[in-house]
């Protein structure tokens, strides 16, 4: 079957680093997405990674490792606007996006 | 990058009536968009994708003659609800496909309608 999986919450301090982990397994992949959902909000999109290797873009940085079926998110210099739910999403074969259950970041002052 | 309205943001209904939810992308051709329904401290759930010119794809356990979706231009899909009953209230959100720089595909999301039905 399908799946994503990814901690349900984590929790940092202001200015500080996190990373959070997402391992999948699809039918066939196209991709993995990771977007930033603040509450009561639609998600927004962050990155995007089809090959090996990490994409950097600002304070977020998104990896793959495709043979491993994992990706995770690094934020640096956490903001407390940074609190959010932060969900994984692989895409199969179908170009269907396969959802994780979101992780809920907490910033700490 | 891509946006995607929607209208309404809110809406309050009595049950047995019917509401319809409009999901617009602005600046870009949509030949796709998808609907999802979000209950509180959960993730995303697919009703169905839309495509432009032809029937709506329901995912399984999703009443297509409930849930009623159309999608008329490269520019706008429309969910309609049709006899709403309280356990149909959820967060209702649209996205439209469009394509990165590089030629991959992913979703912009509008930006929600909370339905309420009393």
């Known amino acids: 079957g399908q799946n994503i999986d990814q901690p349900t919450e984590m929790t940092a301090t202001e200015g500080a680093i996190v990373q959070i982990n997402c391992t999948y397994q699809?039918?066939?992949?196209?991709?993995l997405f990771w977007y930033q959902q603040h509450a009561g909000e639609a998600p927004t999109f962050l990155s995007y990674n089809v090959l090996d290797g990490l994409e950097e873009k600002g304070r977020f940085s998104s990896f793959l490792s495709r043979s491993k079926g994992y990706s995770y998110l690094l934020l640096k210099e956490l903001q407390m606007k940074d609190s959010a739910s932060y969900l994984c999403a692989a895409m199969d074969s179908n170009y269907q996006l396969i959802w994780g259950a979101g992780t809920k970041l907490i910033i700490k002052p | 990058g891509a946006v995607v309205s929607q209208h309404p943001s809110r809406v309050i209904c009595k049950s047995g009536t019917s509401v319809k939810i409009e999901c617009r992308s602005l600046d870009f051709q949509a030949t796709t968009m998808f609907w999802y329904r979000q209950f509180p401290k959960q993730s995303l759930m697919l009703m169905a994708t839309?495509?432009?010119?032809?029937?709506?794809?329901?995912e399984q356990g999703v009443e297509k003659d409930k849930f009623l979706i159309n999608h008329a231009s490269l520019t706008l899909s429309t969910l309609t609800v049709t006899s709403a009953h309280p356990e149909d209230s959820s967060f209702y959100i649209c996205s439209a496909r469009d394509l990165l720089a590089g030629g991959a595909d992913t979703q912009y999301f509008g930006p929600g309608t909370r339905l309420t039905v009393l």
């Open positions: 839309s495509n432009e010119g032809s029937k709506a794809t329901y």
């Open positions: 699809t039918s066939g992949f196209n991709g």
